[in-house]
């Protein structure tokens, strides 16, 4: 790693940890500066504007998620033990705020999709395939699990992972915002409920395939 | 109403709107001012600081909810149909992001969550106290489903409004940063199936109080 490089990761890094806390809207050339007592300039160097800067932070952010969720995810065994390693390691991305220190701010992903869900341009573009690129690995995990014939055959999955989303939003809001302590089980609760939904039936007696 | 209450209203008025696109964060008297045409002394004269206005903003916020979500809600019959009616309502606010015309921006509450879940001060306790409300109101109603016979005697309503919560989450992000056409079927079928887990079992046989 060059000079240059490192110190691109080191602004890139601040940046992250910044943007988890005040919004990527608010990291800007100046503030950051400041924050690693570099000039402006010595800044401008790596990055030709806040937008370049707020795409590398974002692009980070994603490498970031893939290596902590869903990399180490996939190394599970196909099916559904590899389906509830996604959630679980979903799970405690947001209960990290996605950083590498417990509770250090919120999902970056989640505040972007409110920050960015109505402004085009390219961070909106990197976001929505991030968020895209998320939902189908969950319904893709979940599409192996009835290959693995752990879930029933006529699973829709994509409403699956429509709803392991949404149990992570509520989850989030539960235990930043609202600082509930029964957040984690109460999200692990509704995670059971759409499990027992995706199995195949047991008690009625053998299912057409 | 006065001339001084008209103003007032017409100035959280077009905050809200502003607010719903931008982030309270970015409502300032500044911009307000440009968009009112009106001094920012004269803007300052109903309102004493940016905290003051993103204040009554939020406070406007909450009363549209609670006329447009939670009290047609309560007209309806105790039980099921209340509950339902809740749920719709909500879907309905989230479509219209919380504003009167259609698609025009984004839930402010939930955009709030996000830039204030971890800054302390008013504007962050009144959020917490509207979404504390919010869960409230959700289990409340499913708490007299309960009562009147149509939900299950040992619901845990908490339960029942963190996910009602987390499905309304999914279906904004999926119906407004990934424009996906489904969405709302999907933030139904989801719903359908927490309904389901709500109501009695009715094949088992007759069930212990």
Redesign the interface.
Known sequence: MTKGSRTRRQIVDRALTLAS?V?L?HVTLGTLAGELELSKSGLFAHFKSKEALQLAVLTEAIERFVAAVVRPALAEPRGEPRFVALFDRYLGWIGRGGAPSPAA??CIF??L??????RPGEI?DT??RS??DW?SAVARAARIAVEEKHFRADL?V??VA??V???????Q??S???AHPD?ER??R??FE?LLA?CRRPRRRGPRRA
Do not use: C, N, P, W
């Open positions: 806390h919004g809207e701010g919120r989640m505040a999709s409110q920050e960015y869900d109505d909106r976001l929505v968020q895209e939902r829709d994509d409403q429509f709803e989303v949404g149990i992570a939003m509520t989850y809001q539960a930043k915002l609202l957040a109460r999200a609760s509704a409920a939904r």
